[in-house]
């Protein structure tokens, strides 16, 4: 587990480079001191990864940067955790034994993978063990009962749509 964290938490080391920024990012920026789980959803292969990198990258220079742990649950390493949520909680104690630091903001990409997420989110949230969570997931996945019922009151969701082809005209937040 330990070479699967340090492989996907490559800004403990340097910024994450070659992003292309998206007018969606200064919304979340702005947002980014809110208390609220900050859900993004969208169809594969839309951005919301590139998204998180971004705000990552924002964050580290304001935070330590091994304060900040983000976990692709899209990941094979993951495929055992798929489950119990409550393995969550294994992999970000092996990411503070490594850092020597508390992750103060939880990136967690793909949310979906993991089966029953939204109690291990909520529990989270409400305990206030992260200033800020982030996740991530697909559209059908993340509209459910669920996500609505448990979380409710406690996230914003921002849907992320796919860049047109003329990368000058970027689809954010509506629908054409």
């Known amino acids: 587990m330990k070479n699967v964290i340090i492989s996907q938490n490559k800004h403990w080391n340097s910024p994450y480079t070659n992003l292309y920024e998206r007018d969606i990012f200064s919304e979340l920026v702005k947002k980014i001191d809110l208390k609220h789980i900050q859900v993004l959803q969208g169809i594969r292969r839309s951005g ?82 992260f200033q800020k969570i982030f996740i991530t997931g697909s559209n059908s996945s993340l509209l459910n009962g669920d996500l609505a019922t448990l979380l409710s009151g406690r996230y914003i969701s921002q849907k992320v749509y796919p860049l047109t082809r003329d990368r000058s005209k970027i689809c954010v937040n509506r629908v054409k």
Not at 65 to 85: R, T
Not at 104 to 124: H, M, P
């Open 48 to 129: 919301k990864s590139t998204l998180f990198k971004l705000l990552i990258n924002y964050l580290s220079k304001k935070i330590d940067p091994q304060e900040i742990l983000y976990v692709n649950l899209d990941d094979p390493f993951f495929i055992p955790y798929s489950d119990d949520a409550t393995k969550l909680h294994e992999v970000i104690q092996t990411a503070q034994k490594l850092t020597q630091k508390k992750v103060t903001y939880l990136f967690l990409d793909e949310i979906q993978a993991i089966n029953g997420w939204e109690r291990y989110v909520k529990s989270v949230y409400d305990s206030e063990a």
